[in-house]
């Protein structure tokens, strides 16, 4: 059974950093894409970032240049660092298994969503 | 930046009921890559199509896709209790990627 389950949410203070994981287990994870979503609260869903299996990354325009999303594939982990963060980032974040190595395949398998909340 | 325009917002129906739920894009779009997914509150989306028509694992055949170019249809045939929920479509050829704003499908 494909499993995924995020870590690392919480309350941060605006331009402060909070770092995400994603626990991935019942695949071979080195080999599918990887990709963080979030919805705030009442809202639709916003993709936020992905990697590829080769790990090429990809960012929304809303968070590019203050988030990193990177991969251990020894640890089945994914991860997405936030740095300078904003009352607007305040969402709950899934992590989403991509169907195949390439980013351009849907999303499988999601894992139920941390809760980041930037307010001071 | 391809928009994903779904309508309508809300739709209200009765269980034994067939739902049409709408997905506009922006630009014409290669139907490999339009998704729909269900959501319920307080849960992760669950995918439900991909590639416009095919159905994801374990998704009964009451659910259906279809559509090319810029239109794209969701269909439900004899709506179920546990079919009311918030449907959203995805289009994922390349970064980035988006997601319409939904629409919620909720008891009459």
């Known amino acids: 059974e494909v499993q995924l389950l995020e870590s690392g949410g919480g309350l941060e203070q605006p331009g402060g950093s909070l770092r995400l994981s994603c626990a991935v287990s019942?695949?071979?994870?080195?080999?599918?894409?990887m990709s963080w979503v979030r919805q705030a609260p009442g809202k639709g869903l916003e993709w936020v970032s992905s990697?590829?299996?080769?790990?090429?990354?990809y960012y929304a325009d809303s968070v590019k240049g203050r988030f990193t999303i990177s991969r251990n594939n020894f640890r089945n982990t994914v991860y997405l660092q936030m740095n300078s963060l904003r009352a607007e980032d305040t969402a709950v974040y899934f992590c989403?298994?991509?169907?195949?190595?390439?980013?351009?395949?849907?999303?499988?398998?999601w894992g139920r969503g941390t809760l980041v909340t930037v307010s001071s | 930046e391809i928009v994903l325009t779904q309508s309508p917002g809300t739709l209200s129906l009765s269980p034994g009921e067939g739902a049409t739920l709408s997905c506009r894009a922006s630009q014409s779009v290669d139907s490999t890559y339009l998704a729909w997914y269900q959501q319920k509150p307080g849960q992760a989306p669950r995918p439900l199509i991909f590639?416009?028509?095919v159905r994801a694992a374990g998704i009964p055949d009451r659910f259906s896709g279809s559509g090319s170019g810029t239109d794209f249809t969701l269909t439900i045939s004899r709506l179920e209790p546990e079919d009311f929920a918030v449907y959203y479509c995805?289009?994922?050829?390349?970064?980035?990627?988006?997601f319409g704003q939904g629409t919620r499908l909720e008891i009459k």
């Open positions: 590639g416009a028509s």
């Open positions: 995805q289009h994922y050829e390349g970064s980035p990627i988006t």
């Open positions: 990697i590829s299996g080769s790990g090429d990354t």
């Open positions: 019942g695949v071979t994870f080195s080999i599918y894409a």
């Open positions: 989403a298994k991509v169907q195949h190595w390439d980013l351009r395949n849907f999303f499988d398998y």
